[in-house]
């Protein structure tokens, strides 16, 4: 690799790593969050432009950073539909999915999201659980993270907290 290639290397790489932050202060936080599965996967587009934009020398940044400023935006607009449509929320997201109530695995339930019983109890390690006693609810996510509820002092969870979760066959 010559000097010149690694001048350009480097340059690229602050630059669209400067576009990269404009855009993520122009559209906010949620950039990067992993708030819903939509979410994830701009994220992984927006990486995947990152490495192209760097590794390949046929990218430039101005391609580069449209490419960004379009998924980004996108993404803002995707975030806001799904916000403010409820037949938009509902024909384009996923429910959180209960899989686990009061301490019993809802095989039923694991089965339909794809979860195995293993990696349930490694969510439950994970979440500092001694006992199926302790849990009131393990929530798989839309975004594919497990939520975990432990039983404090045998409490009702608040429905609040169970707002947009599927509470069906409990």
């Not at 992984?44 to 490495?51: D, E, V």
């Not at 391609?63 to 607009?77: D, E, P, R």
């Not at 929320?89 to 999915?97: C, D, G, V």
Request: aromatic share 10%; hydrophobic share 50%.
């Amino acid at each position: 690799m010559t000097l010149q290639e690694i001048f350009w290397l480097t340059a690229s790489v602050f630059g669209i790593f400067i576009i990269t932050i404009i855009l993520t202060r122009i559209f906010g936080l949620r950039t990067f969050a992993k708030m819903s599965s939509f979410d994830f996967a701009s994220t992984i587009a927006i990486g995947s432009i990152l490495a192209s934009i760097i590794l390949n020398s046929d990218y430039s940044l101005i391609k580069g950073g449209i490419a960004l400023l379009v998924i980004i935006s996108f993404q803002t607009l995707f975030s806001y539909m799904v916000r403010h449509s409820k037949a938009f929320q509902k024909l384009f997201t996923n429910k959180p999915q209960i899989i686990m109530w009061n301490g019993k695995i809802l095989y039923n339930k694991l089965k339909e999201c794809n979860v195995g019983e293993d990696d349930l109890i490694a969510k439950l390690r994970e979440a500092n659980v001694h006992s199926f006693n302790e849990v009131k609810a393990v929530v798989f996510e839309s975004t594919g993270d497990v939520s975990v509820i432990h039983n404090n002092q045998n409490k009702d969870v608040e429905q609040e907290v169970l707002k947009d979760v599927s509470l069906q066959n409990l």
